[in-house]
């Protein structure tokens, strides 16, 4: 964005990118949501991307890319290879420029770079604990269902309070990660990690003085320090405009100076790095890296391409550049922000302050009459049931991050209670519009008004490992038809 004033001298600002590629939208009717609902087991992953009008599922793997990536796509003069392909080592030279680490191992997506940090540093589940400022759904099924470890969340009191506006909900609560270490003994610890722009804590970030506050106890315990930087581009980007540390430093900079307190660094490039990849970082320690690599050629493939295909490594050369951009990643903070406000003036609650990666709406005071946890015939999961309910009277995909995001107790089968119910709206990098935006605070509007007819969701069908993927549901009591014809009557078919 373009920071300026206007001609009456009052700040604004105005977007520092151009769309020249376009997708035709269609809104289904009203009688092919409520079916596709139905076909889709009330779950909005299971729903074809053709029944959505405005896709706010993730921002994973569908941002807009830029004219560079797309003349990267072409794959000219970069000679594909099983073996040292020129763009990898292109590639190593960009990462030196924002990272002062030593090594780079590339992996297919962010769960696979996860489960490649992980089997080396929980040494195959004997370093049982990951102590953490918040979990997340992939990470924790490979820390504790594939490695049989635990993830220790150690979030700020202020974390699990949407309306508190602490301004960096993502630290991790120092004291309680010292005592914690003490407890549990820092030979049982495999890591500390960081995640940047906690997503399901609705993109919030921490401060650079909890990172340095972090890095010290990591210095006194002997502990590596790993940072999920999936979402660095809006964590740097909130740093800039709230934290003193931040302020006046340009992104890269900021990425220096965090990855110089950083052992191990690893991302989805899905997302704040516009590719469709994975990729870790390692500082120094060449034994790590020996360890991380040998398992890559295992299960990502070799060492130059890690399952990622040419062009996307070419691609991620400019994702680089986007992500550690001073400007480009202040346009979804923006509609963020624009769009929390309106939601707030008309009374509906979301988290705040806006943070990254999208809106987030508290459904457990959108819905204080559903259960959070589904018992007898009320079913239950508030934010499950309101994320259909707005893609029945909008055709807006969002996301459950909630309950039903938690998978249960694997030994007991009893539900892991979480403190968040939240319908995430994502805001893909460079895709919608403002109009789009006020549509969604409208629908969001009409069904605040109709809030009593949504209740709750019962299984039908639950996997084992993160359930809410593949998961089959029912809304209970048919008040999804109830809802359609309330709808029908008062606004038409579309
Ligand atoms: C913070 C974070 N870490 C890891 C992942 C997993 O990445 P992927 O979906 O590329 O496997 C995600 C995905 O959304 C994420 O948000």
């Known amino acids: 964005m373009v920071y300026l004033k206007n001609s009456e001298g009052n700040s604004f600002y105005v977007s520092d990118f151009r769309i020249r590629v376009f997708q035709k939208l269609r809104l289904p009717t009203l009688s092919e949501r409520y079916a596709v609902l139905k076909d889709s087991g009330w779950n909005t992953f299971r729903i074809p991307v053709e029944k959505v009008y405005i896709d706010m599922l993730t921002d994973s793997g569908v941002n807009a890319i830029s004219l560079e990536q797309l003349s990267d796509m072409l794959g000219l003069g970069l000679e594909d290879a099983y073996a040292g392909n020129r763009a990898y080592y292109k590639l190593i030279d960009a990462f030196k420029e924002f990272f002062p680490h030593k090594y780079l191992i590339l992996a297919h997506q962010g769960r696979a770079a996860e489960n490649l940090v992980f089997k080396a540093l929980m040494k195959n589940g004997k370093k049982p604990y990951v102590l953490t400022n918040i979990h997340f759904t992939t990470t924790r099924a490979i ?112 990425i220096y100076e965090l990855m110089e307190l950083t052992d191990v660094a690893y991302a989805s490039a899905r997302k704040g790095f516009y590719v469709r990849g994975g990729f870790i970082t390692i500082k120094g320690d060449e034994r790590l890296y020996e360890e991380v690599r040998s398992w890559q050629v295992v299960f990502e493939g070799h060492t130059s391409y890690g399952g990622m295909s040419l062009k996307e490594i070419a691609m991620l050369i400019d994702g680089l550049k986007m992500a550690f951009n001073d400007d480009l990643p202040f346009y979804e903070l923006e509609q963020i922000e624009y769009t929390v406000k ?153």
Not at 156 to 169: I, M, S, T
Not at 232 to 250: C, E, N, T, V, Y
């Open 143 to 254: 820390v504790e269902r594939v490695y049989g470890g635990r993830m220790i969340e150690l979030p700020v009191p202020e974390a699990f309070d949407p309306e508190n506006q602490c301004q960096f909900k993502g630290n991790i609560d120092t004291s309680k990660l010292e005592d914690e270490v003490k407890r549990l003994g820092p030979e049982n610890i495999a890591a500390v990690r960081i995640e940047y722009a906690s997503n399901l804590l609705g993109g919030q970030p921490f401060s650079m003085k909890n990172y340095y506050e972090t890095r010290e106890i990591c210095d006194k315990y002997g502990l590596p320090l790993v940072a999920d930087i999936s979402m660095a581009d809006w964590q740097i980007a909130l740093m800039k405009k709230r934290d003193p540390m931040a302020m006046g430093k340009s992104a890269s900079e900021i």
């Open 342 to 494: 309106k939601l707030d003036e008309r009374g509906i609650p979301v988290v705040k302050p806006p943070g990254g990666l999208g809106v987030h709406v508290d459904a457990r005071r959108f819905l204080p009459h559903v259960q959070l946890i589904p018992s007898g015939e009320e079913g239950g999961y508030p934010a499950g049931a309101l994320v259909c309910a707005l893609y029945l009277v909008s055709g807006i995909r969002g996301m459950e991050r909630g309950q039903l995001s938690m998978d249960r107790d694997p030994e007991t089968w009893r539900e892991i209670p979480v403190q968040l119910d939240l319908v995430r709206l994502a805001m893909p990098r460079k895709t919608y519009l403002q109009d789009h935006l006020d549509y969604l605070v409208d629908r969001l509007t009409w069904l605040l008004e109709n809030r009593d007819i949504i209740k709750g969701l019962n299984w039908i069908y639950e996997p084992p490992v993160l359930r809410f993927f593949e998961g089959i549901l029912i809304d209970q009591g048919n008040w999804g038809l109830r809802l359609l014809e309330v709808y029908r009557k008062q606004l038409g078919e579309i």
